[in-house]
């Protein structure tokens, strides 16, 4: 892993809730964001398709524990984590849109 940070992140789910219910949240809540990209199918999110931008990827997967989920998201620790964050605050506080100077497509070695 050259650059980038990956969290995986274990949910228990309300009773009655699926791993498809999940998926259908992130996405509602997601889909309007430039940013924030929702992966399809059991496509696993790695750093390396990420380094470079200021995108964060993510996705969900079915624990083997019934009533958990498993939630994988990967940014660049360096743009995104960082300078690129504060790049689109301030964008956001001065009225410019998001993605001013930001529109870099992820990087790859």
């Known amino acids: 892993m050259k650059r980038g940070m990956q969290s995986t992140m274990f949910v228990e789910m309300a009773p009655g809730v699926t791993v498809s219910d999940l998926y259908q949240h992130l996405k509602s809540t997601y889909e309007g964001e430039e940013f924030v990209k929702l992966l399809n199918g059991s496509n696993v999110p790695h750093t390396r398709h990420v380094v470079g931008s ?56």
């Open 54 to 109: 200021n995108y964060c990827f993510m996705n969900v997967f079915e624990d083997r524990i019934p009533g958990r989920a498993i939630i994988i998201s990967v940014i660049d620790n360096l743009v995104k984590g960082a300078s690129g964050q504060a790049v689109q605050n301030l964008n956001l506080m001065m009225g410019l849109p998001e993605n001013m100077g930001l529109q870099y497509q992820p990087l790859f070695p």
